[in-house]
Antibody, heavy 121, light 107 residues
Framework: QVTLKESGPVLVKPTETLTLTCTVS??????????VSWIRQPPGKALEWLAH???????SYSTSLRNRLTISKDTSKSQVVLTMTNMDPVDTATYYC?????????????WGQGTMVIVSS | EIVMTQSPATVSVSPGERATLSCRAS??????LAWYQQKPGQAPRLLIY???TRATGIPARFSGSGSGTEFTLTISSLQSEDFAVYYC?????????FGQGTKVEIK
């Protein structure tokens, strides 16, 4: 059974850097086609895809946020880490990590529970 | 970036009735389109992928259709547990985008 769980600070100050961790259980991050994305959702608003890391360690970023985002993984710890620089109150959201289906298709079949991040001084 | 536009924003449906939700892509995504259901306080749940394939465990009352730029999610006979927000999502050229969601509410 594959599970994902997000962790990180609940509260960050404006201009600070956010670091979130997604811990994956039940499958190795080195498995072929094992890719993980970060997706966020401001309160009452829509989902927004942020970044993805493929099993090959290739990365892809949202066009609008690419200058602020870095995604990486530690296969030995089974963790995917997202950093977002220069946080602003508009970045207040629930942040999810999700597994891309291990197939050709681009859907996310397993999601973490999400972690709420509030940006406030 | 491919923009996904969902309509309507809200649809009011009585239990047992059919609901039809639309999703339009700003350029062709072939059939790389997924639908998710999200209830308050929960993570999204994958319903449909490849435009028309139900994910594991998804009831047959959920069906997806379309290709290219026009897609539809149909819920044939709404059950009480189906009242939620539904999102479409595309994957193309190593990037993903979501629609703004359609809320299915009780009439």
């Amino acid at each position: 059974q594959v599970t994902l769980k997000e962790s990180g600070p609940v509260l960050v100050k404006p201009t600070e850097t956010l670091t979130l961790t997604c811990t994956v259980s039940g499958v190795s991050l080195s498995n072929a086609r094992m890719g993980v994305s970060w997706i966020r959702q401001p309160p009452g608003k829509a989902l927004e895809w942020l970044a993805h890391i493929f099993s090959t360690d290739e990365k892809s970023y949202s066009t609008s946020l690419r200058n602020r985002l870095t995604i990486s993984k530690d296969t030995s710890k089974s963790q995917v880490v997202l950093t977002m620089t220069n946080m602003d109150p508009v970045d207040t959201a629930t942040y999810y990590c999700a597994r891309k289906q291990p197939t050709y298709w681009g859907a996310f079949d397993i999601w973490g529970q999400g972690t709420m991040v509030i940006v406030s001084s | 970036e491919i923009v996904m536009t969902q309509s309507p924003a809200t649809v009011s449906v009585s239990p047992g009735e059919r609901a039809t939700l639309s999703c339009r892509a700003s350029q062709s995504v072939s059939d790389n389109l997924a639908w998710y259901q999200q209830k308050p306080g929960q993570a999204p749940r994958l319903l449909i992928y490849a435009a028309s394939t139900r994910a594991t465990g998804i009831p047959a009352r959920f069906s997806g259709s379309g290709s290219g730029t026009e897609f539809t999610l149909t819920i044939s006979s709404l059950q009480s547990e189906d009242f939620a927000v539904y999102y479409c999502q595309q994957f193309n050229d190593w990037a993903w985008t979501f629609g703004q969601g359609t809320k299915v509410e009780i009439k």
